[in-house]
């Protein structure tokens, strides 16, 4: 069966993922560092973990397995869901792949560098209509495929 998980804490397409579980008849985990509120249905399951720095994205990678979907804007939760042979898609609606996921890796190690050493760069786009949609697109082709694994 398939479950999706919800790297909660400043993920904006939370109402996207409940509507569409709720079509497909699936379980979903919300995993945050604190309370927050999720709809009171019996197939929304909300999970709070420690606080620190990586608790929800360990809980998170402990339990994703093939079959499953991973919603995260964490690029290194993503590569640990797909080699535990999950699908991974950012709140923006880029799944995370085997073919792409080395090179969003680079890029994050390259920006940490940078300001590590004081320079200022540009923090994500802002979250758009298109990227809600494009969410929705792919959430529901990413349980289309799960669905069938």
């Given at each position: 069966m398939t479950t999706i998980y919800v790297d909660a804490d400043a993920c904006p397409v939370k109402d996207e993922v409940y509507r569409v579980a709720e079509?497909?008849?699936?379980?979903?985990?919300v995993v945050s560092?604190?309370?927050?509120?999720?709809?009171?249905v019996s197939w929304i399951t909300l999970t709070v973990v420690e606080a620190g720095a990586d608790a929800a994205d360990d809980w998170i990678a402990e339990r994703a397995v093939v079959g499953d979907v991973v919603?995260?804007?964490?690029?290194?939760?993503a590569?640990?869901?797909l080699k535990a042979g999950a699908q991974a898609l950012h709140p923006n609606g880029k799944a995370f792949t085997a073919q792409n996921i080395g090179s969003a890796?680079?890029?994050?190690?390259?920006g940490e560098h940078l300001r590590s050493m004081g320079e200022i760069t540009r923090?994500?786009?802002?979250?758009?209509?298109?990227?809600?949609?494009?969410?929705l697109q792919a959430l529901d082709a990413a349980v289309?495929?799960?669905r069938r694994a």
């Amino acid at each position: 069966m398939t479950t999706i998980y919800v790297d909660a804490d400043a993920c904006p397409v939370k109402d996207e993922v409940y509507r569409v579980a709720e079509r497909y008849g699936l379980a979903v985990f919300v995993v945050s560092n604190s309370w927050i509120r999720v709809p009171r249905v019996s197939w929304i399951t909300l999970t709070v973990v420690e606080a620190g720095a990586d608790a929800a994205d360990d809980w998170i990678a402990e339990r994703a397995v093939v079959g499953d979907v991973v919603i995260t804007a964490d690029i290194p939760l993503a590569e640990r869901s797909l080699k535990a042979g999950a699908q991974a898609l950012h709140p923006n609606g880029k799944a995370f792949t085997a073919q792409n996921i080395g090179s969003a890796l680079a890029s994050r190690s390259i920006g940490e560098h940078l300001r590590s050493m004081g320079e200022i760069t540009r923090g994500p786009a802002p979250f758009t209509a298109a990227d809600r949609s494009r969410f929705l697109q792919a959430l529901d082709a990413a349980v289309g495929r799960a669905r069938r694994a």
